[in-house]
């Protein structure tokens, strides 16, 4: 089970927002790299002065409206016949450079292993991967949990908001970073299972 199941929920709120959007000229490619830009100001903002707690409350807020920026650049893509080539690649990389750059913060707080999350971006990479290799056998891409990137989303928002308030969290971290880290195991193992034995289809257009 993964948060990501909720998505096509998340959608039907922002489509009537990516219609206008679309009738303004923006496209999907456009929504994609300006998301990437704002993950990475934020990234460094924060690795730069992790000692002002206050500012990791723009992590939840953030992976907020990220996520709806993720779900309008796909719907501009599919839904008003933006999709191509650029943009896959686009979509996928963006992605992992924009989650390397908010969860690294994190690594920088006192009580927490650097370690541990680095070994959470390698394996949210990896994951990443398995994710989109399932369409090179034939099956879809995969977005099985339990530790998606939606999933992580939630973990890392829910986290920010904790610090932000000053929730003390030193001696909780090194626990919650190696809980994550099991599970992106078991997501990445999931993937590969369920993508070898997905039926074959036809590769599917551009997701977020």
């Known amino acids: 089970m993964s948060i990501y199941a909720l998505k096509p929920r998340f959608q039907a709120l922002l489509r009537p927002l990516t ?30 002065t992790p000692e002002r707690a206050a500012l990791f409350l723009l992590i939840p807020a953030w992976f907020l409206l990220r996520m709806a920026l ?30 390397t750059l908010l969860y690294l913060p994190f690594a920088l707080l006192p009580g927490s292993s650097p370690w541990l999350v680095g070994a959470i971006i390698v394996l949210s990479i990896i994951s990443e991967m398995a994710g989109v290799l399932g369409a090179t056998v034939g099956a879809n891409r995969r977005y099985d949990g339990p530790m998606g990137k939606s999933d992580r989303a939630f973990v890392f928002g ?12 030193a001696t909780a971290f090194n626990w919650i970073w190696a809980v994550v880290v099991a599970a992106l195991l078991v ?11 997905a039926d074959p289809l036809q590769r599917p257009g551009r997701e977020s």
């Open 19 to 48: 219609a206008r959007l679309y009738k303004a000229g923006v496209t999907a490619n456009q929504v994609t790299v300006a998301a990437c830009l704002a993950s990475v100001a934020i990234g460094v903002l924060l690795a730069a």
């Open 70 to 99: 993720n779900a309008i650049d796909g719907m501009l893509a599919r839904e008003f016949g933006q999709a191509s080539r650029l943009g896959a690649y686009l979509n996928e990389l963006t992605d992992v450079v924009s989650d």
């Open 158 to 169: 829910t986290i920010g908001l904790l610090v932000g308030v000053g929730v003390p969290l």
């Open 187 to 197: 997501t990445t193992l999931n993937r590969v299972r369920k993508g070898l034995a």
